[in-house]
């Protein structure tokens, strides 16, 4: 079982940036893939973006492509999504998800974390 913890989501001005964190209960690497999912009020869950175990292959959604950066550190079994160029349309709460085996960009994860509220104001 893997359990995930979210961290570092908040209130931005449009422009503005923020990275958020997800620290995972069990060594990741060489196994899990992890994702950063986003559902903003009254939509359906989105994928945001995912990274293999390595570190090396990179997914994004194209509405964040250039902006948002992901990255891991197995080490100390986090991921962090660096957001840039924040817009209100990115306003959601962001949910860190695991999955064993290749990074998908899509929504076939089986860990998820509780989620933090990120919201960007106009």
């Known amino acids: 079982q893997v359990q995930l913890v979210e961290s570092g989501g908040g209130l931005v001005q449009a422009g503005g940036s923020l990275r958020l964190s997800c620290a995972a209960s069990?060594?990741?690497?060489?196994?899990?893939?992890m994702g950063w999912f986003r559902q903003a009020p009254g939509k359906e869950r989105e994928f945001v973006a995912a990274?293999?175990?390595?570190?090396?292959?990179?997914y994004y959604a194209d509405s964040v492509k250039g902006r948002f950066t992901l990255s891991r550190d197995n080490a100390k079994n986090t991921v962090d999504l660096h957001m840039t160029d924040l817009k209100p349309e990115d306003t959601a709460v962001y949910y860190c998800?695991?999955?064993?085996?290749?990074?998908?960009?899509?929504?076939?994860?089986?860990?998820w974390g509780q989620g933090t509220q990120v919201t960007v104001s106009s």
């Open positions: 998800a695991a999955r064993y085996g290749t990074a998908v960009p899509g929504m076939d994860y089986n860990y």
């Open positions: 069990v060594r990741t690497d060489r196994s899990y893939a």
């Open positions: 990274i293999n175990w390595s570190g090396r292959i990179t």
